[in-house]
Structures are given as C-alpha cells and as structure tokens.
C-alpha cells in the first residue's frame, strides 16, 4: 500500500507532462497564427499610406476619370463585379467638378466601408479649390479616423498652390497622417512659393518631427526639379535643421537619377554625407545592395551607423 | 527517497508551469490597431518617426 502514492505521483506526473506538451504543441501555431495576422494588419503591406492621394491605382481598362474616355453609370454596371467599385469611384472623380452632389450619390452606390470612404475623399479633393467649405463637411462626414484624415490630406494638397496658409491648416485634421501631410503640402507649396512654405516651417509648430520633416519636404520637393534650387533653400533653412533638408534633397533626387543625385551630393561639402544618406534610404526597396554600399560610404560615423541601421530594418 | 522523488516531481511541476505560462503569454495579443486607422494622438513618437522613415519623411 505504500508504494501507491508513490505511483500516482509518478503518474500524475507523467500525465502532467505529456498534458503540458501536446496542450503546447495546439496552442503554439495557434499563436504564430495571430501573431502573423496581426503583422498582417501593419502598415506597410500590400498598400503603403500616405502617400495617398491617388490611392490605389484602378486596373487596366478602369482608367482614372480623369482624361480617360467618359465613363457612365451604364460603363459601369457593365463591369465584371470586381471592377465595378474602382469604376463608381472613377466616375466620381470625373463628375465632381461639374456636380459634387451627384459625385456623391454615385459614391453611394459602392458598398458602405472603406472603397466608399476613400470615394467622398476623392470627391472632396477635387471640389476643394472651388468649393472648400463643401469639400471640408464631406470630410467631416466620413466616419472612419483613417480616410478622414486622408480626406484632409488630400484636401491640403489639392489647396497649397493657391491657399498655402488655408493648405496647412487642414492637416491639422489628417489625424495619423499629420506629419506627412504637413512635409507634403510644405513641398508642394515650396514648389510654387518658396518664401511662404519658408514662412510655415519657420513658425515651428508641432512636436520635434513635425517641425524637422517641414524642412524635409523644401529639399525633397525642390530636389525633384532641380538639386542646386534645392541646396540653396537648405542653406537658407535653420541651422538645426539644414541637415535634414538635404537629406531630403538626397532623396527627391535619387527619385530622378541616383547617379545625378550622388554626384550633386558630393558638391554640398558638409552634407554631402547627409544628401548621401537620403539617396541610400530611397534605394531601400530598388536597390538594398546599393543602399549599403552607399552608407558605408558616409564619411561621419553617426551618420554611417544611422544609414546602415536603417538597411536591416 | 520519497522525499527527494516527491520535491523532484515539485521541481518538474513547477518548471513545466513556467514553460506553459512562457509559451502561452503570446497566445492572446492585444489587438492591435493599424498606424493609419488612429488618430495622430494615438501613436508614439517611436512608431511616428519609424513610419516617417520608412516611407522617406525624415532621416
């Protein structure tokens, strides 16, 4: 009798751990599962934001709405059924300049969610410049945080040319697309009236990385059309944040040509390393080799570290 | 003997509890809501600047 506690210690044991084991070999792949579902759900997958403005691109024969051939309700009911989203979407773009209303009544024939969301942005986007107070109640309206806030982007851009200090102001409302709207539209103006976007960087609103990335989007903007009208205007920024404009020139023009863009980088003396830096990150998804080789280039050791950080990421 | 089988049989217990609890910390993560879908005020400092990164905004 006195081994038998004994044996069903043993046992209980035994039971235990086997228990423990087959219990952990179901619920492990359960959790890489969600795991990967979750990574899943992160930007940065299948479709980048922001940029959005634009969106996702409508497939072939879709076209854009805009200098396409006319579409037509009759086009696109038409459509096979996984066209016909993006096509309502196109003819609502090509009829909110003549009739913002019946835009948006075409965008009610999408069904409720995020393609008939991104559908009143694309509206409000293009009423914006004629019809602003219209165009921000159709933002107001769209119920998700997301393409709420990329109704306002869009809203900013489609006024920096004309309206630079009414441009900003609607980022305000881009929600998580903040940052990017105000480094965009920043640029955008830049583009047409450098002394105004200068004007909105100078004040030096917002946290630390809104105010770096305003200078950010004067390089990047001016660099995509010419690298030495870009310099000029990094030079004329703060001290503090001439660095970082440049890298944005390095980027804006790498976009163009990375061998221009590199021996551009290679006049700018003291950041040089810094315009090298941004032609390096803008290789990341093209050309991680020469991405490398580039930050390896880099002369100042914070910089060289920071670059390469980045090639793993 | 039986009390160094029966502290043995503790010792395994006890190590096989912390390997479940280990292993099952991860099974139940907290949903996590993509960057794009918060507002501006729901996302740190960190996870703004990486994304900013990322897609070319700032060095």
Redesign the interface.
Known sequence: MSTLPFSALVLLCVSLLLGTRFALGWMVPVAAARQAEVEAREPGGAMEVPPKPGGLAPPPGVGTGSGDAALTPATCDRMPADLRGTCWQALARQTAGADPEEALRVCERLPEGALREECHADVAETIAPRARARAAAVCASIPTTKWRGQCHFGMGLALAETDPEGAITFCDSAEAFRTFCRHDVVGEIAMVNLPAAQTICAREEGNTLTRKTCWHGIGKYLARRDMAEAAGACLVSPASWQALCFHGLGWGAAERNVDDALEGCATFGEYADNCRHGVANQLKRSDPAREQAICESLTQPDARAKCLAFVTQ | M?RI??AS?GL??LA?GG??AW??N????E??V???????EQ?S?KE????????????
């Open positions: 039986r089988l029966l049989a395994v217990l096989a390997l479940a292993r099952l991860g099974v139940e993560p949903p996590v993509p960057l794009d879908e918060r507002s501006f996302i400092e703004h600047e990486d994304w900013l990164r990322k897609l070319g905004y700032t060095d």
